[in-house]
């Protein structure tokens, strides 16, 4: 699937990160539980059938992609399911 070649352009990458080793911690926490979310939402919508009123298309699959990358970035960002906090507890240890 193509969508998510071009929606994994939406992480931020190793040259954007912050110098402060524990902000960039943070960031690289966040953005684990959100590509993690991610992908927990694409499988959740593989296990809905086909169908509808409005039939499937590939622009309506890039859409729904990019939507739930937007959510997942915001799950991870109010910190909802608590994957990126543990990250960042576990890992701060070897910061000091």
Same mark, same amino acid.
């Given at each position: 699937?193509? &969508? &998510?070649?071009?929606?994994?352009?939406? =992480? @931020? /990458?190793?040259?954007?990160?912050?110098?402060? #080793?524990? +902000?960039?911690?943070?960031?690289?926490?966040? +953005? =684990? $539980?959100? @590509? =993690?979310?991610?992908?927990?939402?694409?499988?959740?919508? #593989?296990?809905?059938?086909? /169908? /509808?009123?409005?039939?499937?298309?590939?622009?309506? $699959?890039?859409? !729904?992609?990019?939507?739930?990358?937007?959510?997942?970035?915001?799950?991870?960002? !109010?910190?909802? =399911? /608590?994957?990126? #906090?543990?990250?960042?507890? $576990?890992? +701060?240890?070897?910061? !000091?």
């Amino acid at each position: 699937m193509q &969508s &998510s070649r071009v929606c994994s352009d939406y =992480f @931020l /990458g190793p040259a954007t990160l912050p110098s402060d #080793k524990r +902000e960039a911690l943070k960031i690289a926490s966040q +953005e =684990f $539980e959100a @590509l =993690f979310v991610h992908m927990l939402l694409r499988q959740m919508r #593989k296990t809905v059938p086909d /169908g /509808g009123l409005i039939p499937t298309s590939r622009a309506m $699959e890039i859409y !729904r992609d990019m939507f739930d990358l937007a959510l997942s970035k915001e799950i991870a960002k !109010r910190e909802l =399911f /608590g994957i990126a #906090k543990m990250l960042y507890k $576990e890992y +701060e240890k070897a910061l !000091r």
